[in-house]
């Protein structure tokens, strides 16, 4: 079978794209800690305010009996409530968010937290922050902790680009 030469360079193009593609993927999963969001647990919006979690007293970072970090956060047209959240570095912690009106996205910089909060849905992310990465871009406070931006990064109206907030990092 003749296959003309101009048709086989494309064949190679376009398989090295899809295994450069593929190779990004592995790398980023495995040398990066980037995972696709894969908890999947249904929460009523509307009535966001009233469940025991994510009612206001309950906000913010809190220790579990069994000793995990666990932040609660609630992403609103145009607010992130708490506006500010003390985390550890070093020690695995849980990002719970729920949003009570729109799609939002959160993303943490310095961190892999990134994550779209849909309503209607609890998104979760585990991880662990990295002090040494977080302190590259953040601003150093007077205890040694460092503060990054915590904001939103989908376009979800007219006040999208107030919606942000602090995560302040201690040191392990
Ligand atoms: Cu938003």
Redesign the pocket.
Known sequence: MHIHPLEKRWAAISLLLVGTLGGLIVYTAVAMSIHPPSNVEAIDSTRLHLTPEFSEENLGVKREKDGTVVARVV?A??MVVPHEITVPAGVPIVLRVA?PD????LHVAGTNIGTQ?VPGYVSQVRTTIDFASVARIGVRNADGSVTVPLF?N????LG?QS?WGRVIVTPK
């Open positions: 992403m047209r145009f949003t729109v799609v939002h996205g909060v939103c989908e376009f979800c109206g999208h919606m």
